[in-house]
């Protein structure tokens, strides 16, 4: 029986993550009605906002110093390079030009940035795990974040980029997670 996300430590959390939203882009390359890919597409953003967002603040933060510091550095720049593109979805809509390209292109990005974490054996995941880090006790606090970020993210919030010229550097560099959940922005 598969477990339910509440019994997942952070690892199962995060690739049920990116399988929920690898679903999600399947089906907006299935489906040709305009009202369904600006559901789909307003889903995935949302899903990637608030993953990124638990990522960022809590399990990142946790690898610093435990894993291959130019993996934590691609993950925010990929996540950053991510943002963009989500923003720029969310500013248009399925009658604009381009609007499927930028949906195919953020969901390539997005498999690129699955595919480091999850390699086998030099993969973030893999890493970390091997790393010894309390993968009970992010989950709880990823869990937490989540439904804070949910909220926020669904309330219109943004995500901004961390490690582009004028971004937070300094909280894409931190070694502690924010744990609580609370919000560098």
């Known amino acids: ?13 995060l690739k049920a993550d990116h399988r929920k939203v690898e679903e999600l882009f399947e089906k907006f390359e299935n489906t040709n009605g305009k009202a369904t890919k600006q559901k789909l597409a307003e889903e995935i953003c949302l899903e990637l906002k608030v993953h990124t967002a638990i990522e960022e603040e809590i399990f990142y933060p946790a690898c610093r110093g435990k894993i291959e ?23 248009g809509g399925p009658d604009e030009a381009f609007y499927d390209a930028q949906v195919k292109v953020l969901s390539e990005m997005i498999e690129h940035h699955v595919e480091e974490e999850e390699k086998r054996v030099e993969g973030m995941f893999s890493q970390a795990r091997a790393a010894g880090l309390d993968m009970d006790l992010l989950a709880d606090q990823m869990r937490a974040r989540k439904r804070t970020a949910m909220e926020e993210y669904q309330a219109g919030k943004g995500s901004m980029p961390r490690t582009f010229p004028g971004g937070d550097v300094e909280s894409a560099k931190a070694e502690e997670s924010f744990g609580d959940g609370a919000s560098i922005r």
Do not use: C, F, W
């Not at 510091?69 to 500013?91: C, G, N, Q, T, W």
């Open 1 to 13: 029986m598969a477990q339910s996300y509440e019994e997942m430590d952070a690892i199962a959390m």
């Open 69 to 91: 510091e130019d993996l934590v550095d691609e993950a925010y720049v990929e996540h950053d390079s991510a943002k963009v593109l989500i923003a720029v979805i969310e500013a």
